[in-house]
Each structure stands twice: as C-alpha cells, then as structure tokens.
C-alpha cells in the first residue's frame, strides 16, 4: 500500500513503465513515506500480473514472496542500524530513521547507520547474476546518503551501465549529501509534502487528536508527525519548549539535567526549529513549526538582540555537524540554553 498522497506520484511513474529508467532516485522530506513507496513500487515491478495502473496483485508468487522478504530477484539495502525496514513494509521507517539515534550509548557496539562497501560489492554480485523468475531485478538502497564515499564509488560504474533488467530504487532526503556523480546517474523524481488538508486528515484517521499542531511541528511531513503523537518523550519536548518560551529566564541548568538521556540530535532538531521561528517572528512571518506558541515567540523576539540571535543560530548549526559524535549531553545542553539565554541579555 502505498500513502493517499501518493497515488498522483504512483500513476506519472506508472507513465515511465514502458522505458523504465534504470535507475531512480526518489527524494524529498524526511517522513513523508517515500521508503514504503519505493517498496510497493518494486512490488509492482516484480508482480507478475500487475493491475493496469501498475498496482501488484497481491496474488502471484512474486507477490508473495515479497511480502514474505524473499523474493529472489528483490534487493533491499540499508545500513545495518535500520535493518528491520528492510522488509516489505517500511511504514514507520523514515519517522524512525531518526530515532536511530535514540539507542546510542545504550550497547557497546552501535549497529552501522553507514551503507557500507560490502554491502554494495554483495549488491553486485546480485546484479551479476541472471533473474531467477525471468523479469526484472529490483534495488532499493534506502536511504542513499548512507552510501559512504567507498560503497558510493564501488556503485558509480553499475548505476552507470546497469545489467539488462536491473532496476535501482534510491531514496533520499538529503540528496545535497550525495555524490554529484550518483544523482548524474539518476533520474530524479521528486516527491513533495502533502497538501496540509489531506495530512491532517490522514493524521486523524490514525486516531492524532491535534493533527495540525504536530504537521507544523514536523514541518509537514505526516509520518513525523505520527512519530511525534507517539513520542514517548513527548513531555521532556513539552518541558525544553516551555524553557525556551521563558527566553531569558530559561534554566540552562534545568535543562541539562532533565534532557542529558535523550540524544543530541532530537534536542538540536527542536532548539533549531524554534530559533526558525523566533526569525519568522522578527521578520513579520507566520511561525512554521510552533504556531500554537505564536505569543511566546512574539514576545521572546521583541527582546533578543538580533545579532546575538543570528551568532547564536550559527552555533547551533556548527553543533549539528558534530552531532553524532560521543559528547556528554548534558554539558552541551548546558552550555547551548546558556547560550540561548544570552541571546536576550547581550
Ligand atoms: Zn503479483
């Protein structure tokens, strides 16, 4: 199944099927299901009685195997911390894509959140050999920004002269972190955020109660936003949001203790997006991500200095290029609301 703003993507593509572009590089927001797309897609082109708009039967034994993972032409690779996706239904998959980094610390050995080259050579060797059913051969790389720079130069050559038959589903949010030459081999297809109304009533059928607050917060992506309804740190994301609405008065210290357990990255995602908004404010703009906290964020821009926030805002960005490196969270967190409480006393 594919997501119900989807189907006008489904049926273009579907216009594609008679010369089918070797390879694919679907890409756009982060949780908006582009990953359970690119399955039913190769679903569809490994059915073997395929309904007239491409949809897979269900049916055949190419169907079955597939919803059973073990469709001998089906390749699904992605990087070892989100192996469980890799089977025919990545409902969640882009939403937690990101809590991967949630499990951090925790084990001794952190599964790999690289593609890594030997896992594009075993790719090759299934490129090499012949289809088993006599139809085509399907690849999903997901996501293609895992491809580290090795595995990525061990692909250029097949995505460039790809076996007959051989058909590659790369899916991407970041394609601004790929190589140059793996989206020159690609054809690209963009896919876009729904359209507010229909998220909002997708988030509702699956029992959301404030499907519109949490769409703003994530951007508009409705698989983040189901992600964030069932946040299980939906109150530490209450209490850092109420921090930053007390602008000056934000207790760094506070901060520090009650969010040193989370990951970095998820602190960083929510700081950022209210700074976004606290902009938005300055410069007369609707806030994007927490319309629900319109007056805090009018009232935190009336007092920050300007230059203050804009140094502090590069902060920020420079913390999230390190983001994923071993650093005690507490102290960043601590040094970052300290930091964020300057912007309102420089
Ligand atoms: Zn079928």
Not at 10 to 32: M, N
Not at 253 to 258: H, M, R, T, V
Not at 333 to 343: D, K, M, P, T
């Amino acid at each position: 199944m594919i997501y119900p703003w989807q189907t006008d993507d489904w049926q273009r593509l579907q216009q594609l099927r008679a010369h089918w572009p070797p390879a694919l590089l679907l890409h756009g927001e982060a949780g908006i299901g582009k990953l359970r797309f690119a399955q039913h897609l190769a679903q569809g082109l490994l059915c073997e009685t395929p309904a007239a708009n491409g949809e897979p039967c269900g049916a055949c034994p190419a169907c079955l195997w597939f919803s059973q993972g073990n469709h001998p032409d089906y390749r699904a690779v992605l990087p070892e911390a989100l192996a469980g996706l890799a089977a025919g239904n990545g409902d969640a998959a882009e939403a937690s894509a990101d809590k991967a980094d949630g499990d951090e610390g925790k084990k001794t050995r952190t599964p790999s959140k690289e593609i890594k080259i030997e896992q594009v050579r075993a790719l090759l060797d299934f490129c090499g050999v012949g289809s088993h059913r006599g139809g085509m051969r399907v690849v999903v790389l997901y996501p293609a920004e895992a491809l580290n720079v090795a595995a990525a130069n061990a692909l250029l050559k097949t995505l460039e002269e790809p076996p007959s038959g051989v058909v590659f589903l790369m899916v991407s949010a970041r394609v601004d972190r790929l190589l140059p030459t793996i989206i020159s081999r690609c054809r690209q297809w963009p896919m876009s955020v729904p359209p507010q109304n229909e998220a909002s009533a997708w988030l509702a059928s699956q029992g959301v109660d404030n499907p519109a607050e949490l769409l703003a917060q994530a951007g508009g992506a409705p698989l983040a936003a189901l992600a964030l309804a069932n946040d299980e740190n939906h109150a530490l994301r209450d209490f850092t949001l109420a921090q930053l609405a007390a602008g000056p008065n934000c207790d760094a210290f506070a901060c520090g203790e009650n969010l040193q357990k989370l990951p970095v990255p998820l602190v960083l995602g929510w700081l950022q997006r209210w700074l976004y908004d606290l902009l938005a404010e300055r410069t007369a703009r609707r806030p994007r991500y927490f319309p629900g906290a319109a007056k805090a964020l009018a009232r935190c821009a009336q007092s920050a200095d300007p230059a203050a926030l804009a140094r502090y805002m590069k902060t920020v960005t420079r913390q999230r290029a390190v983001e994923n490196h071993p650093l005690n969270a507490r102290l960043v967190f601590e040094e970052l609301f300290i930091g964020y409480r300057a912007i309102y006393t420089a």
